[in-house]
T-cell receptor, first 113, second 113 residues
Framework: AQSVTQLGSHVSVSEGALVLLRCNYS??????LFWYVQYPNQGLQLLLK??????LVKGINGFEAEFKKSETSFHLTKPSAHMSDAAEYFC???????????FGTGTSLTVIP | DSGVTQTPKHLITATGQRVTLRCSPR?????VYWYQQSLDQGLQFLIQ???????AKGNILERFSAQQFPDLHSELNLSSLELGDSALYFC????????????FGPGTRLTVT
């Protein structure tokens, strides 16, 4: 069975500081991996995805994530936080052969001026 | 704008009632997914349709049902509503074949009083 763990339901960073949001998955076969962002009162927006190929994936708004099979992780990073990055971030996985997304519980990012 | 539309945006109804939520997928997408998002349960997958046929089922209650029509729009029917059904309901779509990312609509906020 698939599962996704996001460590830290709330993360606060100062504006300009590094953003690191953690995601670990459990699967016997590496799944496809996604990060979504949800701004208040809006739907989820795809930030980036990993399916195959290069393990360092770049997404929108300066975010990137690295797939590390040995650590079963797909942590999301951004070198310098902006106020506009304040939102809820969700990690999700899907099996190669399946269609069902499994979402993490989300991490709320606060950016302190 | 993801290209996925959902109506209505807000819905307030009483316990015991029945409501229908509507979703139009992105042009060309064959798969439609329904999710429920609440504070206590997080983001829960309900059901998926692909080109008119049910493809996967998640944590969907028996009081809930869905269908996808020939024009690919989908409806989620919620009946015998309870206070605990109050949540945000999201629809997402994807091309369905070889492409796994899902594009989310803005959601319908259901309030059961």
């Amino acid at each position: 069975a698939q599962s996704v763990t996001q460590l830290g339901s709330h993360v606060s960073v100062s504006e300009g500081a590094l953003v690191l949001l953690r995601c670990n998955y459990s699967s016997s076969v590496p799944p496809y991996l996604f990060w979504y962002v949800q701004y208040p009162n809006q739907g989820l927006q795809l930030l980036l995805k990993y399916t195959t190929g290069a393990t360092l994936v770049k997404g929108i708004n300066g975010f990137e994530a690295e797939f590390k099979k040995s650590e079963t992780s797909f942590h999301l990073t951004k070198p310098s936080a902006h106020m506009s990055d304040a939102a809820e971030y969700f990690c999700a996985v899907i099996r190669h052969t399946g269609n069902q997304f499994y979402f993490g519980t989300g991490t709320s990012l606060t950016v302190i001026p | 704008d993801s290209g996925v539309t959902q109506t209505p945006k807000h819905l307030i109804t009483a316990t015991g009632q029945r409501v229908t939520l509507r979703c139009s997928p992105r042009s060309g997408d064959l798969s439609v997914y329904w999710y429920q998002q609440s504070l206590d349960q997080g983001l829960q997958f309900l059901i998926q349709y692909y080109n008119g046929e049910e493809r996967a089922k998640g944590n969907i209650l028996e009081r809930f049902s869905a269908q996808q029509f020939p024009d690919l729009h989908s409806e989620l029917n919620l009946s015998s509503l309870e206070l605990g059904d109050s949540a945000l309901y999201f629809c997402a779509s994807s091309p369905g074949t070889g492409s796994y990312e899902q594009y989310f609509g803005p959601g319908t906020r259901l309030t059961v009083t």
